[in-house]
């Protein structure tokens, strides 16, 4: 069965799904404890209109997508403070801008690409994705590791971070642009759609049954790599969107588990 | 005459126009337990947040061991339960141990990773407030006299000198404030550590502090607990004359 493996394109899907699969999650960890998961849905929609941008352009998509983002999340940070009371008013009003400028760049022009960005594709992976999502992938995770301890503590009670000398507003910053980046390499395997479903599922399904922090990042890590290698895998063979695969396994991967966890009580 | 630990000059505080806190002048010595009571409003928890640094002040000057707070950087000689503690996400997955060893931050660093010395002085501090058992369990699975002693461990896992606590017994069952209240004697005597402490219990606050601050009408007002009654207490804070 693992013959599947052998083709160069199902490789780099492999090797790209499992780099998102390891990110995707972790950062959608602390968003999920922060009540910010629905960021990813909200600046994944400016991406779209970013990757739209690149294609029109005929510059890669993805970094045209990975700038859209960053502009967004900054522009939700500052509209956060604007609207204190109603934080998700941001969110919405980023979905709103990055929905609406997406169809109206989509329409301007060929963009008959888009729709790899929208779900996800296999055999459109190039070698220029694997580097940049690599390279890009690494920064993340290395970033994540640095401010790991700092993260932690201004998730769970910010004012107390502060007082012990975490640098919060320069990491809720740097923090951002990672979910940007995040976003940004990820819509080449997953597609903008469901990007936010890889980081907010796997979490979903390990607090239901984590018993520490590092078991909470370590299964969502756990759950995110089980469900990209079964949706690449079913994609194949199935011929079906990654996307819709990947994220489907990552839904049925947390109803077995809520099954379980009831069975057990 | 011991040292100084806060030092208020002339303080005022305003949200926008609407001023809360006008010419605040007091101190606050090292071994002193200090309850602060007042009405609602009376800007208890900002009066804490302006001794920490949260706040800035539109007039006066604060002085944190003898250094003006502008200058302060020694935090960890600061500990701080905010009010905040109690709308934690009770589903948080994080372990007692994890929770307390976080605020070594300053410490740690970026990459270090928790190593034999930092578990013993974590499991020190839950000894001390009698939590070490519980130390592997989910912060979310405590009851609130239990999450607000691991706070405490989380504070004193820094070794600090001064500890502010706004309402630290809000919500929490009567066995459990006394336990608290306890572990705060236990603080302030044997380990030598400065206490303030915002509360509404004004019965049991003044048997416990040595000395009450009163805030109303955007005025602090000075009582050795000892010196004064319950009832006067009572009717200085709320112009009644309701009996404890």
């Known amino acids: 069965m693992l013959d599947i493996f052998s083709y160069s394109f199902m490789q780099r899907s492999l090797i790209m799904g499992i780099i998102i699969a390891i990110i995707a999650p972790t950062i959608g960890l602390f968003l999920v404890l922060r009540r910010l998961s629905v960021i990813g849905d909200a600046i994944s929609h400016v991406a779209l209109a970013g990757a739209a941008f690149g294609l029109l352009l005929g510059i890669y998509p993805v970094y045209t997508a990975i700038g859209f983002s960053i502009i967004a999340v900054l522009g939700v940070e500052k509209l956060r403070k604007e609207y204190s009371e109603y934080a998700e008013l941001s969110l919405s009003i980023v979905l709103s801008a990055g929905i609406g400028l997406a169809s109206i760049l989509i329409s301007l022009g060929n963009t008959s690409g888009i729709f790899s960005y929208l779900f996800g594709s296999l055999a459109l992976v190039t070698k220029k994705d694997i580097w940049v999502v690599s390279i890009l992938g690494s920064f993340i995770i290395i970033s994540v590791l640095f401010l790991y301890k700092g993260l932690f503590y201004l998730t769970f009670d910010e004012e107390s971070a502060r007082m012990a000398g975490v640098p919060v507003r320069k990491i809720n910053t740097f923090f951002s642009i990672l979910v940007a980046l995040t976003i940004g390499i990820s819509m080449r395997t997953v597609g903008v759609l469901l990007i936010s479903s890889l980081m907010i599922l796997p979490v979903a399904t390990s607090l239901l049954i984590s018993k520490s922090f590092k078991q909470a990042l370590l299964y969502s890590n756990l759950f995110g790599i089980i469900s990209v290698v079964l949706g690449l895998i079913s994609s194949f063979y199935f011929d079906l969107a990654p996307g819709g695969t990947i994220v489907l396994t990552a839904l049925l991967i947390l109803i077995i588990v809520m099954v379980i966890n009831k069975i057990k009580d | ?244």
Do not use: W
Not at chain 2, 54 to 82: H, M, Q
């Open chain 2, 1 to 244: 005459m011991q040292e100084k630990i806060v030092e208020f000059e002339n303080i005022s505080f305003s949200y926008g126009k609407n001023e809360v806190l006008d010419n605040i002048n007091f101190y606050i010595e090292k071994g002193d337990f200090i309850g602060i009571i007042g009405p609602n409003g009376s800007a208890k928890s900002t009066l804490m947040k302006v001794m920490i640094g949260i706040l800035k002040p539109d007039k006066g000057r604060v002085r944190l061991f003898n250094e003006d707070i502008k200058d302060f950087k020694d935090f960890t000689k600061v500990g701080y339960i905010s009010q905040n503690v109690r709308d934690i996400n009770p589903r948080f997955p994080a372990t007692v141990e994890e929770i307390v060893e976080s605020n070594l931050y300053s410490q740690l660093g970026f990459l270090k990773i928790s190593n034999k010395n930092i578990k013993e002085k974590t499991y020190e501090v839950l000894r001390i407030v009698g939590m070490e058992e519980y130390k592997d369990t989910l912060i979310g699975k405590l009851s609130g006299g239990q999450k607000q002693r691991v706070f405490i461990a989380r504070s004193l896992i820094n070794n600090p000198e001064i500890l502010f606590m706004d309402e630290p017994l809000v919500g929490i069952d009567i066995g459990s404030q006394k336990k608290l209240y306890s572990l705060m004697d236990k603080l302030n005597k044997d380990y030598n550590i400065t206490l303030a402490m915002v509360s509404h219990d004004i019965g049991t606050i003044k048997n416990r502090a040595n000395k009450i601050f009163i805030l109303g009408n955007k005025k602090l007002y000075v009582h050795d607990s000892d010196k004064i009654k319950s009832e006067d207490l009572l009717k200085e804070i709320y112009n009644d004359d309701l009996k404890v």
